[in-house]
């Protein structure tokens, strides 16, 4: 049914189509409803009927109800029937098929069959005719209302499906905000109280200018000191003067506030107090409230691990790297954007007696185990090269203690062992995108190291021998930096070895440039690590 070109029902004041070919009984028919207050088409036939029907939707004002008689001359009513409940946008006006034949059961049976609501013998008595038009009326009435509901409760699932996708706490009040606007068709704002008191704001979209700073403080405001402070949603309604027009305009605001539980997170949605009968979309609303409380639950828990792996990572993560003689290195951390699970990338630059050890390594997961995994192998590495820095020996090392301590994890790692003097590097690389050297003039080549990663128990290569010339950097990085989506990472690879060969030649210049390059809107977390042998002095 056609919405738009249906008008509310009511029994007095609604429109009747009587299709008869007898003039006489047009009249009469005509006559009896008009007194009743119903608005009368009166036609002579099928053909005229289904004219009329085409002009009125175009026009948006069907007929609530149709009388039909059943011997018309050019289609049986039941016939006419079954073409307007056929077509989508006629099916819900109720037909009552009438005769002044005497009529057979199989006549009622043909009637309903056919679609039609009701079946009258006529001549009829006046309060009849009209009882059997409120019937129908009210039959059409439930039956739309029904429908509507029904659409609402589909709507009602295709939001929640939209709010439960949200990825943190502004995106579900965003989401949420659209979503109560399509449910009550008027423009709408949403707060979500954070763990510390801090307010989250989504708007819809259904607005022409966007409310400043004050204005979403003063509604943020009125939002906090009406959040339930027990489990449920219930609604209230502010005041018009007490809410910032530039949200609604002028008049009252409904708030519907929720919260799934006492100490849980609270969550308001507020729209235009406009009418709602039977309070059905007030239920409605509500019902999105409380999912929308229920999505940020988990939400404010993901952002409490989030912000703790964080905080593990850039505590231990070194701010700077020691001074270390005939080298410079420089290195650059990147976590994930927010809507990303914290990874477990890390990166060192150790001084040792055999010369400079530096590795850059991804746990592999994204979650707060991963970053505590991370940590360990940092303690460890320090601890195991302070005996013995051999890059090989070390991936031996750390290889068994993942076996032991954390059977169900892996990681990828990369060492590279470098004496300043001579330039003479180890590189034990343990499922890592191998180390690229970049000499000063020339193109950027990768290192020929490879291995298995940490966890799995299989026996590492002996480590690959470079010599590194005065100037030539070495690159580490994890794979967040060039890691694309329907991309080959050998693809991606070339193109950072290009970048590579055309960056400056400092390292910190050169890890900028890769950053500008590759790292944004990446959905991991990046770590670059380059070192560079002093470049000779000139006399």
Request: net charge negative; glycine share 8%; charged share 20%.
């Amino acid at each position: 049914m056609n919405d738009t070109a249906r008008r509310p029902r009511t029994v007095d004041g609604s429109t009747v189509l009587v299709v008869d070919d007898t003039a006489a009984s047009r009249y009469a028919m005509g006559a009896v409803l008009s007194r009743a207050g119903h608005v009368v088409i009166p036609v002579a036939s099928a053909g005229e009927a289904l004219v009329e029907l085409d002009v009125r939707l175009r026009a948006g004002s069907l007929p609530d109800v149709a009388l039909v008689d059943v011997g018309l001359p050019d289609l049986s009513g039941f016939e006419l029937c079954r073409r307007v409940k056929a077509l989508p946008s006629l099916a819900g006006i109720p037909v009552v098929h009438f005769s002044a034949r005497p009529s057979e059961p199989v006549d009622r049976c043909r009637a309903l069959d056919a679609g039609g609501e009701a079946y009258l013998s006529v001549p009829a008595e006046p309060e009849e005719i009209r009882a059997v038009v409120r019937a129908a009326l009210r039959g059409a009435r439930e039956l739309g209302d029904v429908q509507a509901q029904f659409g609402r409760l589909a709507l009602l699932s295709e939001t929640v499906v939209d709010v439960q996708g949200a990825r943190c706490l502004v995106e579900l009040a965003t989401t949420a905000a659209e979503a109560t606007a399509r449910l009550t068709r008027q423009s709408a704002a949403v707060f979500v109280l954070g763990d510390n008191g801090e307010v989250h704001t989504g708007l819809s979209h259904r607005r022409a200018v966007v409310p400043d700073a004050v204005a979403r403080g003063q509604a943020a405001s009125i939002a906090r000191t009406v959040l339930c402070a027990r489990g449920g949603a219930h609604s209230t309604v502010v005041p018009g003067p007490m809410w910032p027009t530039v949200y609604f305009g002028p008049g009252d605001v409904r708030l519907v506030v929720a919260r799934t539980r006492a100490g849980g997170l609270p969550v308001c949605l507020a729209t235009p107090a406009a009418a709602d009968p039977g309070g059905l979309i007030g239920q409605l609303v509500a019902q999105l409230a409380r999912a929308t409380a229920l999505a940020a639950e988990p939400l404010l828990m993901y952002e409490q691990e989030r912000h703790v792996a964080l905080t593990l990572q850039r505590s231990f993560l070194p701010a700077q790297l020691p001074r270390l003689p005939g080298v410079d290195v420089a290195f650059r951390y990147v976590p994930a954007s927010r809507q990303t699970e914290i990874g477990g990338d890390f990166y060192a630059a150790l001084p040792t007696p055999a010369g400079i050890l530096v590795g850059i390594g991804d746990v592999v997961g994204h979650s707060l185990d991963a970053a505590t995994v991370m940590v360990e192998i940092r303690h460890a590495l320090r601890a195991y090269s302070l005996e013995d820095p051999d890059p090989g020996r070390l991936v031996t090392r750390l290889d068994r203690m993942f076996q032991h301590y954390h059977p169900q994890s892996t990681a990828t790692l990369c060492l590279a062992l470098v004496d300043p003097v001579t330039g003479r590097t180890a590189v034990a690389n343990a499922g890592h995108i191998p180390p690229l050297r970049v000499p000063l003039h020339g193109p950027a080549r990768y290192a020929e190291a490879s291995g298995p990663l940490l966890g799995l128990g299989l026996p590492h290569p002996a480590p690959t021998e470079l010599d590194l010339t005065p100037g030539e950097r070495l690159l580490m990085v994890t794979d967040g930096l060039i890691e694309t989506r329907g991309t080959d990472l050998s693809v991606s690879m070339a193109q950072l070895s290009a970048a590579a060969t055309a960056a400056p030649a400092a390292p910190d210049a050169l890890c900028d440039r890769l950053l500008s390059c590759f790292g944004s809107d990446r959905d991991d977390d990046i770590a670059l690590l380059a070192l560079r042998l002093s470049p000779p002095v000139s006399p």
